[in-house]
């Protein structure tokens, strides 16, 4: 959302909404809140693996590791 959206009335009032409706349901049911709130992180964890994505692997070295044997295999 950049700050154009957010000066829309539609935008403030849905958001406006949002937020209403997440306090009723949080102080009506506060108690299965938190009885959900265990699973709920334990549901997070296969979530995190799924979507963190796996690009993220190239900076630890491993290719600057791979060019020195390859290049000390190319000497040899």
């Given at each position: 959302?950049?700050?154009?959206?957010?000066?829309?009335p539609g935008i403030i009032a849905a958001v406006s909404?949002?937020?209403?409706?997440?306090?009723?349901?949080?102080?009506?049911?506060?108690?299965?809140?938190?009885?959900?709130?265990?699973?709920?992180?334990?549901?997070?964890?296969?979530?995190?693996?799924?979507?963190?994505?796996h690009g993220g692997h190239g900076g630890h070295g491993?290719?600057?590791?791979?060019?020195?044997?390859?290049?000390?295999?190319?000497?040899?």
């Amino acid at each position: 959302m950049t700050t154009s959206d957010l000066r829309r009335p539609g935008i403030i009032a849905a958001v406006s909404l949002a937020i209403v409706i997440a306090f009723y349901i949080l102080r009506e049911h506060w108690s299965h809140a938190l009885g959900a709130l265990p699973y709920l992180l334990l549901l997070a964890c296969p979530l995190l693996h799924l979507f963190h994505g796996h690009g993220g692997h190239g900076g630890h070295g491993h290719q600057a590791r791979h060019r020195e044997t390859e290049r000390e295999r190319i000497s040899s």
